[in-house]
């Protein structure tokens, strides 16, 4: 399985982006999604994780992402990241990561590691 994501750049604060992950294979519609972001100096967290059908969301707490939406197109083997309003604290590279939604984590919380494909990975960089 083989993720390619797009759409990271570099943008003034304020401005929006959206964040593309297309996967390959025929499996998409039976994984959970997710995107991490990883800035400089700081290890990779989660961002957020939504169902293979689409229906639930999560989005990790205390980290003012109110502005952050995630949505997915079976049909086109997408997940999708929009990012509004961004702000400096926003600059990380930005990874997609998907698994069967089995592999379910502690609690049975489907956000929860073990993710078991990443995508390469894009940069997003926001100047103030």
């Known amino acids: 399985v083989q993720l390619q994501a797009s759409g990271g750049g570099s943008v003034q604060a304020g401005a929006s982006l959206t964040l593309s992950c297309t996967t390959s294979?025929?499996?998409?519609?039976?994984?959970?999604m997710a995107w991490f972001r990883q800035a400089p100096g700081r290890e990779r967290v989660l961002v957020t994780a939504?169902?293979?059908?689409?229906?639930?969301?999560?989005y990790a707490p205390n980290m003012n992402l109110g502005r952050f939406t995630i949505s997915r197109d079976n049909a086109k083997s997408t997940v999708y990241l929009k990012m509004n309003n961004l702000e400096s604290e926003d600059t990380a590279v930005y990874f997609c990561?998907?698994?069967?939604?089995?592999?379910?984590?502690?609690?049975?919380?489907?956000?929860?590691?073990?993710?078991?494909?990443w995508g390469q990975g894009t940069q997003v960089t926001v100047s103030s």
């Open positions: 990561a998907a698994k069967s939604f089995e592999h379910k984590g502690e609690n049975g919380a489907y956000w929860a590691p073990p993710w078991d494909y």
């Open positions: 294979g025929r499996a998409f519609p039976t994984y959970a």
């Open positions: 939504i169902t293979p059908s689409g229906l639930r969301s999560y």
